[in-house]
């Protein structure tokens, strides 16, 4: 057991913390902290299965509810000092009798001198009732540091007696961030399974192990992809930017070693369908690590609390699945309401109070991909330094990006030839985006198919220009808004100058 575990633990029971909420799912190592604190106290355990518990050897001793425990047990500290241990009794602390024997125990331990006895509730679900939230303290096992994750590394190595290069238990270490020490632990046994040995390659083993605990939870959502940088035409500043920041990501040990801040991510604002999103699955691609979703919806709870929990593990899922890119969609529309009057505008705004501490805060290798259309409500503070790395800024695409688009679209359909002349569809698709432009070869491939030719001409792309109604035209006023707000920002164009 970690020291700092224990040694936080017995602080909090030094300041008479009378009820401690465990959120972990590895009862055994919180079992092993509360024995290292209460060496001399009196241990007595609720399994909400079994009844009291011998808290040592974990044989049933009575059958039981936790409020007929409760009152058995209330009184013990009048005699000894006690630790109440209860698990996954979360459901039960809806119970409003399980309730006032709580508080009475946490009001005894606070106010009485000749009276000691702390309750310990251990369960993967945090549930916090509103009479008790002034007693409880929730306390989360701390994840393991590098410094820890290498021990475990080379106790494994020592134990299954194979040997491992430093660099490649530095490499594989910071991998394992984010996890705790049960999932390392896992992850080791099934590498060494798989290849009776501990390599750079075990990597994409522990990545995808880290995809399952996505899908698992609910909470995110794992995107898989074909897009790499080579189908962005244009935007070549923020590919500069990014063919950098990729550098970082494929040598992290020797970066952060070298004193390198680890990139915390970008904010790319601009006009729909002109390759926000594509260029968060192309981050990805490039740094070659997981793309997972962030949907602010999906954590919304009907309970008091429900949500900022839910976004609190979230967060902390995409540092157990680091490194990986974090995409927020739409972010203005994700924290829409944001400063409103109203329950569901204030839940809103704690999320995005939660939401922007973490992001300052962070020092994981969670890559943030943050895309807007319309920032003029979202708050100024939101958009400074320190936040993102990077604010960019993506306009319609200019004539030589709009040649790069078709060509992309052509030759991805394999319909590409020398003889399409791009100037004249330079000059024709003026004030479309990507998302348009797409349109046009699609729709121009579907005709000559039905149509029976072979080759696709200039005149058939021109054709369904024509056809298009371009983003500058359904969307003007919209468009004109995006770049009035643009305008007072302090932000770097995507995009080359023509």
């Keep these: 057991m970690k020291r700092s575990t224990v040694d936080i633990l017995a602080s909090y029971i030094d300041a008479l913390h009378p009820i401690i909420y465990i959120n972990h799912f590895d009862f ?47 009184d013990d500290g009048f005699e000894n000092e006690t630790f109440l241990i209860l698990k996954d009794v979360h459901e039960e602390l809806k119970n409003p009798k399980v309730i006032a024997l709580l508080k009475r125990i946490a009001e005894n331990n606070l106010y009485k001198d000749n009276y000691s006895s702390a309750v310990f509730i251990q369960s993967e679900i945090t549930v916090i009732p509103r009479e008790l939230e002034n007693y409880i303290t929730v306390f989360d096992i701390p994840l393991p540091t590098t410094n820890e994750i290498l021990d475990i590394i080379n106790d494994f190595t020592a134990d299954m007696k194979i040997s491992v290069e430093d660099e490649t238990v530095d490499d594989i270490a910071l991998s394992f961030k984010g996890l705790n020490e049960f999932q390392i632990r896992q992850i080791l046994n099934l590498a060494y399974q798989d290849g009776g040995c501990i390599d750079r390659d075990d990597k994409l083993l522990i990545l995808k192990e880290k995809e399952q605990f996505i899908r698992k939870s609910g909470m995110l959502e794992i995107i898989n992809f074909t897009e790499t940088v080579d189908d962005i035409g244009g935007l070549e500043n923020l590919k500069e930017w990014l063919y950098r920041k990729a550098k970082i990501f494929a040598n992290l040990d020797k970066a952060i070693k070298f004193g390198v801040d680890i990139p915390k991510g970008i904010m790319i604002i601009g006009m729909p369908g002109c390759g926000k999103s594509l260029t968060a699955k192309a981050t990805a691609s490039l740094f070659q690590i997981p793309l997972v979703r962030l949907d602010v919806g999906r954590l919304l709870g009907k309970y008091v609390g429900e949500s900022e929990e839910n976004m609190r593990r979230a967060l902390q899922l995409s540092e157990a699945i680091s490194p990986c890119v ?145 983003i500058s035209s359904t969307l003007k006023d919209k468009i004109e808004a995006i770049k009035s707000t643009i305008s007072k920002i302090d932000i770097k164009p995507a995009s080359k100058k023509n």
């Design 326 to 470: 974090l995409w927020v969609d739409e972010i203005e529309k994700a924290f829409a309401g944001i400063g409103g009057e109203g329950g569901g505008n204030d839940v809103t705004t704690r999320l995005f109070g939660q939401f922007l501490t973490w992001m300052q805060e962070k020092e994981n290798t969670v890559f943030i991909v943050a895309t807007a259309n319309d920032i003029s409500r979202m708050p100024p503070e939101f958009l400074r330094k320190g936040r993102f790395d990077e604010l960019f800024f993506v306009d319609l695409p200019n004539g030589e990006e709009r040649r790069k688009i078709l060509d992309i679209h052509l030759k991805k359909r394999n319909k590409w030839n020398k003889c399409i002349d791009s100037i004249a569809l330079i000059d024709e698709t003026e004030g479309f985006n990507g998302a348009d432009l797409e349109a046009v070869v699609k729709e121009t491939i579907e005709k000559a198919f039905i149509e029976g030719e072979v080759h696709i001409t200039t005149e058939n792309l021109l054709n369904s220009v024509k056809d298009t109604k371009s």
């Design 28 to 74: 055994r190592i919180i079992d092993e902290a509360i024995a290292c604190v209460g060496k001399d106290v009196t241990c007595v355990e609720f399994n909400n299965a079994l009844g009291l518990l011998d808290f040592k050897t974990k044989s049933p001793m009575k059958e039981c509810s936790l409020e007929q425990f409760l009152k058995l047990t209330m």
